[in-house]
């Protein structure tokens, strides 16, 4: 597979016209786009060719595909820069490429074929933070980025459990502080021991710890803060919030 990108030029043309083009999105590929450019739609990288791989379009709910496709993607362009796994241009040319059956299939393009939700999940729709979660495939990137623990047993349980709800990934993922794995991690993995601790951890519980760690973000520079200590304010708060007595000493 060759890595391809889409021109700013492309993607301002494009998105100037999405109100007339929308309907083409439901079409088995972006050739139509090449034909109403008039030029070519994709400019290769600087990147070598990688092994060709796909993703997993199996489930009838296709958010269940979630975390298998955070593995498949992260695993497969790990070597990306935070810089460079922020730019629109590598994203659009993914899914406008060879992974369009995928953002089609993910984000149900062909009944919810709108503006809104074309830009934002080809494209970026939102400031940079945002559309970093919302475009399809940095979407799964920077789970992965933020996730993957190769300290763990499973690299992956982290992902894992972000991809239980995508109400984790909105709460998680979407805030200031969420751009940093040093702080995330220890965050996760809060949460993970509080719920084995048999805390009833659901969307709501793990919305108001994010809320608290933006909290600490303005007390503290967390990200030279210890991990543990993350950790332990992090698992700490969790019993506040449920009611159970401090186990761990903040």
């Known amino acids: 597979m060759k890595l391809q990108f889409v021109s700013y030029d492309n993607i301002d043309i494009i998105k100037s016209n999405l109100k007339s083009w929308v309907d083409n999105f439901k079409q088995d590929s972006s050739e139509w786009l ?4 008039g030029n070519a739609l994709f400019s290769d990288t600087k990147f070598a060719e990688i092994p060709d791989f796909s993703l ?10 979630e975390a298998e496709n955070v593995k498949r993607i992260y695993g497969n362009l790990r070597f990306l820069s935070d810089s ?5 241009r590598l994203w659009a040319g993914l899914c406008l490429g060879p992974f369009w059956d995928y953002v089609k299939y993910r984000w149900d393009i062909d009944k919810k074929c709108t503006v809104g939700n074309v830009q934002q999940h080809f494209f970026f729709g939102f400031g940079a933070r945002r559309s970093l979660t919302r475009n399809a495939l940095s979407r799964l990137w920077w789970i992965g980025r933020l996730t993957y623990d190769e300290k763990r047993p499973d690299p992956w349980e982290l992902t894992k459990f972000v991809c239980e709800s995508s109400d984790y990934i909105m709460h998680i993922l979407e805030r200031n502080t969420s751009n940093n794995p040093s702080i995330i991690r220890p965050f996760l993995g809060a949460i993970i021991e509080a719920k084995a601790q048999g805390l009833p951890i659901d969307t709501n519980i793990v919305g108001e710890l994010a809320k608290y760690l933006n909290l600490l973000g303005g007390i503290y520079i967390l990200d030279c803060l210890p991990e543990q200590r993350i950790h332990d304010k992090i698992l700490a708060k969790a019993n506040e919030i449920c009611k159970v007595p401090d186990k761990v000493t903040a």
Request: aromatic residues 6%; glycine residues 0%; proline residues 5%.
């Open 56 to 65: 997993d379009m199996t489930a009838d709910k296709p958010f269940l595909t």
């Open 84 to 88: 460079q796994a922020s730019d629109e």
């Open 34 to 37: 090449q034909e109403e450019l």
